[in-house]
Nanobody
Framework: QVQLVESGGGLVQAGGSLTLSCAAS????????MGWYRQAPGKQRALVAT???????NYADSVKGRFTISRDNANNMVYLQMNSLKAEDTAVYYC?????????WGQGTQVIVSS
């Protein structure tokens, strides 16, 4: 049974930092590209950052220079370090594990940035 469990969300003031974690189980973690997506109220789910199996990263323009995605293949974990948070970063953040034709999602963790 595949599980992706996010943690680390919460309420933070604008300019602050949070680190989100995603613990994966039930998959061969190193064989999957991993990503973080977010969904703000009234908006569609959107890509935040991805990290490939070898560790290549990709970021949405809105978070470049502020967010950092990383993975720990030994412990089946993926992280999202978020700095200089803005009110517009408020959303539910979802962890994703993907291969061609396969995509798994976590339940999400809420991030609220107060201005």
């Amino acid at each position: 049974q595949v599980q992706l469990v996010e943690s680390g969300g919460g309420l933070v003031q604008a300019g602050g930092s949070l680190t989100l974690s995603c613990a994966a189980s039930g998959i061969i973690f190193s064989a999957y590209g991993m990503g973080w997506y977010r969904q703000a109220p009234g908006k569609q789910r959107a890509l935040v950052a991805t990290i490939s199996r070898p560790g290549g990263t990709n970021y949405a323009d809105s978070v470049k220079g502020r967010f950092t995605i990383s993975r720990d293949n030994a412990n089946n974990m993926v992280y999202l370090q978020m700095n200089s948070l803005k009110a517009e970063d408020t959303a539910v953040y979802y962890c994703n594990a993907g291969q061609p034709g396969i995509s798994y999602w976590g339940q999400g963790t809420q991030v609220i940035v107060s201005s």
